[in-house]
């Protein structure tokens, strides 16, 4: 599926529930029609992964998703050969005096990861490909992408060079824990996903969590917009912000109360640090800011 405006592809993601502004839209729109990766920086819990998630979802395609982590090597995200099969193979053959040099290096044994599954010529239509969080990778790993999001190909030695038949729409995210080298960036189109307004906020809350009421939805992300201007060590992102939404809907809340808050702080602060910051007296200030009893 194709869409040929930016506001065709924006109401399309608003329908699957993912409430985009028209510059990630765009960002989006462009990465499709020009074949470009579009590497998404910004912090944890502003919606990186999920428009991945939503975009397979909405062109009916495979998501492919490489989770990226410090150690992370070719043979985990390009390929690995099975060695436990080739030896039978060659046992096997040599009895029957059968085996060839040739004969364990091919196709039969070679094992897929991520990256070789996203431009195999097995796809129909181009699969989505999730590089995600590529900020906690070594630098080095960086080197092995290169090639595939140049020519969205990947040469094997044993093999040569596999070229993708109908090349992946790639979403990298990074939480710019360490900089993402810029022989890398040139090769994307780039994108910064801050937090939301208030109002794009709301729309996402009652997207996510429709059985949220009115008051306390506003109420929720008002407490926690007041909370992102404070000294935390980790500010809730808009995750969270639906993750508390859940727990008080099913808490059959129906408006924010300094117990409830005080309650529920789990679900939007997970370091003890910023629970005991705000815990009593700052609770209760922040909701005499945004109103509530």
């Not at 053959?93 to 044994?109: K, L, M, P, Y």
């Not at 109002?199 to 996402?204: A, P, T």
């Not at 809340?253 to 700052?282: H, M, N, P, W």
Request: glycine share 4%.
């Amino acid at each position: 599926m194709t869409y040929a405006h930016i506001e065709d592809l924006q109401e399309a993601l608003a329908q699957r529930n993912y409430i985009a502004d028209r510059s990630l839209t765009t960002a989006l729109f462009l990465a499709m029609k020009l074949n470009k990766p579009l590497l998404l920086e910004g912090e944890a819990g502003v919606g990186k992964t999920e428009i991945a998630k939503t975009l397979a979802a909405l062109l009916g395609t495979e998501l492919i998703r490489l989770q990226c982590y410090e150690g992370l090597d070719a043979s985990t995200a390009i390929y690995e050969w099975n060695y436990p099969r080739q030896l039978l193979h060659i046992r096997m053959a040599e009895a029957t005096q059968q085996a060839t040099a040739t004969d364990i290096f091919s196709r039969e044994f070679l094992i897929q990861r991520p990256l070789l599954h996203a431009i195999d010529g097995g796809h129909s239509q181009a699969p989505v490909l999730l590089i995600d969080e590529l900020d906690r990778a070594d630098e080095e790993f960086e080197a092995f992408l290169l090639e595939l999001l140049s020519d969205w190909q990947i040469t094997i030695p044993e093999l040569g060079t596999i070229k993708a038949l109908h090349p992946p729409i790639v979403i990298i995210t990074s939480n710019r824990t360490r900089e993402v080298h810029d022989a890398l960036k040139r090769r994307c189109l780039f994108h910064w996903v801050d937090y939301p307004i208030l109002d794009k906020e709301l729309k996402i809350l009652h997207a996510r969590v429709p059985e949220v009421n009115a008051i306390l939805g506003r109420q929720i992300v008002l407490f926690v917009q007041e909370l992102r201007r404070l000294d935390l060590f980790k500010v809730p992102g808009v995750a969270e912000t639906i993750d508390w939404a859940n727990a008080l809907a099913a808490l059959q809340t129906t408006a924010l109360t300094f117990e409830s808050v005080d309650d529920t702080l789990g679900a939007i602060l997970k370091y003890q640090d910023d629970l005991q910051q705000i815990r009593g007296d700052a609770v209760r200030a922040i909701l005499a800011r945004i109103g509530s009893a």
